[in-house]
C-alpha cells in the first residue's frame, strides 16, 4: 500500500468489514478518483460535453458529475475560470443530491467551506429561493465566497457564524439544509496524506461531540416537512450511525427517509440500514456516509395553543419582494421580513445606520467615506440602465460604498457575522459606480448592452485571464443598437461570462481582478 494506515483503524476496519477488508485495503495503492461537476447556472451539461476538451464518463449518483482522465487538468483551461464546471471528488457529489433541492427552496448549507456542495445546491435552485452558505472559521469564508461569485450565483448569503446563532436568527424556517459535519476524515486517508498523520484513536469521538452539537442547532432552523442531509468523509460509526442514531432519539419528529440510490450505495451499518455509505471498494470515490432525514413534526400553525417553543417573537415572514417595492428592493424576488426586530442578537453588523452607510470596513478590506444611501442606489441604478438595460433584482444592502443585491433584507442579517450579504454589484468611487466582478460571472452575455466573445481554445482568452490588454477592433463587439461603443463591456469565453473590460478606440482595458488572474 502507498498508505501507511495507523493500527487501530486497521483493526476496526477489519471489523467492520470482514472478507471485504482486503479489497478495501486495495484501494490504497490506486490513484484517486477525480471529477467535475458541470455548473448549470452558466450552461447546460450536453453543451460541456460537446465543448469540453477532454474525455468526461458519468459519475452514476450525480447528472452533472463526470468523471475526468489522469492528467486531464481542467482547472489549466479557461473555462473553469469562466465558471462553467467545478471540481470535485466524485462521492463528494452524492450528499446535494439526496438533499433533494428544488427551484425556490430556501437551503442552509452549515459547513460549507470550501463551497463545492454550496455552488451544486446553488446550481439547483437555478437563481430562485434562497441559499445561505455557512462556516465557522473566517478564513476559510474566503473561498467560499469566491467559489459562489465564481459559479455566477445570485441568490446567495455567506455568513461566518456558530449553527446555534444560526438557527436562533432563522427558526423553522429553511425547507433544506446540508451538514456536511466535521469529521475524523478517514475516508479521504488515500487521498490526503495529512489525515493519516493528523488522526488517532480518540478522533472519532472527538468529533462526534462536535456533530451532535451541529444537529441539534439544524433541528431548529428546519422547518415541519422540510428535509435534512447529513454527511461525512468518514468511516467511524461513532460519526455516522452513532450520532444519527443520538439524534433520533431526542428529536422523535424526526425519521430516516431510505438513502436508496443507484447502486453504488451500501446501506448504513445497524440499526440504520436506510442511510448510505459510499466504500471505495465498491464505487469510484472516496469513502462517504450520508443519513437523509425528514421532519414530520407539525407546523406552529397547527400546534394547541401555548405548545409552541417559545421562539414565536422571533420568528420570520415570507413576504412577496415586489410588495416591498421602494422600501428594500425592487423586484418580485421571495424574501423575509423579521416580526421583531428587538429579537436579533447584537453580533457584527456591517450594514450601516439610520439609512446611510457605514463608515467601518467596507468587507473588502478597505476602509470607505460615508456617503448618502441614495447617492450610492442612484448611481448604481444609472450603471444599470447604461450598461445592462434592466434593474437587477434583491433588497440593497450596503457595506460602505459597496452594494450587494440581496435575497434578504437587511435587518435579517442585524446581528449576524455576515461575510457577503447577496450578490455583490460593485463600488461608487468619486461619483460614479464600478462594476463588480461577481456581477459580471453571474450575468450571460445577453444581460449586457456590450459584449465580446474570446474563443477558449486561443491565447486571448489567457491573456485576458492573466490581466493583460487587449487589441480588440469594434467590429468584434457585440452592441445593442442605440448603446455608445466607449464604456464596459461583459468579456466572455466562448459565449459564458468571465469579467469586465473598458473599451475604447480599438484597446479593451482589462478589468479581470488581480486575486482572480491566470497563474
Request: glycine share 12%; with cysteine; charged share 25%.
Amino acid at each position: 500500500m502507498s498508505v501507511q494506515l495507523p493500527h487501530s483503524f486497521s483493526e476496526r476496519m477489519k471489523e467492520l468489514l470482514g472478507r471485504e477488508y482486503e479489497a478495501f485495503t486495495k484501494t490504497y495503492g490506486e490513484i484517486p478518483h477525480t471529477g467535475i461537476r458541470v455548473n448549470t447556472l452558466k450552461i447546460a451539461v450536453d453543451e460541456l460535453q460537446r465543448i469540453s476538451p477532454y474525455r468526461l464518463e458519468p459519475i452514476p449518483w450525480c447528472s452533472t458529475g463526470f468523471y475526468t482522465i489522469e492528467g486531464a487538468r481542467p482547472g489549466k483551461h479557461p473555462y473553469y475560470h469562466a465558471g462553467l464546471y467545478y471540481i470535485q471528488e466524485p462521492s463528494a457529489m452524492a450528499p446535494v443530491e439526496l438533499l433533494g433541492v428544488l427551484p425556490g427552496d430556501r437551503v442552509l448549507d452549515l459547513c460549507a467551506a470550501p463551497g463545492g456542495k454550496s455552488t451544486q445546491i446553488a446550481a439547483k435552485l437555478q437563481g430562485q429561493g434562497m441559499l445561505i452558505s455557512n462556516d465557522l472559521h473566517p478564513e476559510r469564508t474566503k473561498a467560499l465566497a469566491k467559489n459562489l461569485e465564481l459559479c455566477g450565483a445570485r441568490n446567495a448569503v455567506v455568513l461566518n457564524e456558530s449553527p446555534e446563532r444560526i438557527a436562533a436568527a432563522f427558526p423553522g424556517f429553511f425547507d433544506r439544509i446540508l451538514i456536511d459535519a466535521p469529521c475524523s476524515g478517514e475516508g479521504m486517508f488515500r487521498k490526503d496524506e495529512d489525515m493519516v498523520r493528523q488522526w488517532d484513536e480518540n478522533t472519532p469521538t472527538k468529533y462526534a461531540g462536535m456533530q451532535r452539537e451541529i444537529l441539534q442547532a439544524a433541528a431548529l432552523a428546519l422547518r415541519p416537512g422540510g428535509t435534512l442531509v447529513y454527511s461525512t468523509c468518514t468511516f467511524s460509526p461513532e460519526e455516522n450511525e452513532g450520532s444519527i442514531a443520538e439524534f433520533l432519539a431526542g428529536h422523535p419528529q424526526f425519521s430516516v427517509v431510505p438513502a436508496g440510490g443507484t447502486g453504488s450505495f451500501a446501506p448504513g451499518l445497524e440499526p440504520l440500514p436506510g442511510t448510505a455509505r459510499l466504500w471505495p471498494h465498491k464505487v469510484k470515490g472516496e469513502g462517504h456516509f450520508i443519513a437523509v432525514l425528514r421532519n414530520n413534526g407539525k407546523p406552529e400553525e397547527e400546534k394547541d395553543e401555548g405548545a409552541g417553543s417559545g421562539n414565536s417573537d422571533k420568528s420570520l415572514t415570507v413576504v412577496p419582494l415586489g410588495e416591498r417595492r421602494g422600501q428594500n428592493g425592487e423586484g418580485g424576488r421571495t424574501a423575509v421580513s423579521r416580526k421583531d426586530k428587538s429579537s436579533v442578537g447584537r453580533g457584527d453588523n456591517r450594514n450601516g445606520r439610520n439609512g446611510r452607510a457605514s463608515s467601518r470596513n467596507d468587507g473588502r478590506g478597505r476602509s470607505a467615506a460615508i456617503t448618502s444611501e441614495g447617492d450610492i442606489l442612484a448611481s448604481y441604478r444609472e450603471f444599470a440602465c447604461e450598461q445592462l438595460g434592466w434593474q437587477p433584482e434583491g433588497f440593497p444592502v450596503l457595506f460602505g460604498e459597496h452594494l450587494y443585491l440581496s435575497p434578504l433584507p437587511r435587518e435579517a442579517l442585524n446581528g449576524l457575522k455576515t461575510v457577503r450579504p447577496g450578490w455583490y454589484m460593485g463600488h461608487v468611487r468619486s461619483g460614479r459606480f464600478i462594476p463588480g466582478h461577481p456581477l459580471a460571472t453571474a450575468l450571460t452575455s445577453g444581460e449586457s448592452l456590450r459584449s465580446l466573445s474570446l474563443a477558449g481554445d486561443e491565447p486571448e482568452a489567457v491573456s485576458y485571464l492573466k490581466g493583460e490588454t487587449l487589441s480588440i477592433s469594434e467590429d468584434r463587439l457585440t452592441i445593442i443598437t442605440g448603446t455608445s461603443l466607449k464604456g464596459y463591456v461583459l468579456v466572455c469565453i466562448d459565449g459564458y461570462s468571465a469579467g469586465w473590460g473598458k473599451w475604447q478606440d480599438g484597446i479593451l482595458k482589462n478589468e479581470y481582478p488581480a486575486g482572480w488572474r491566470w497563474t
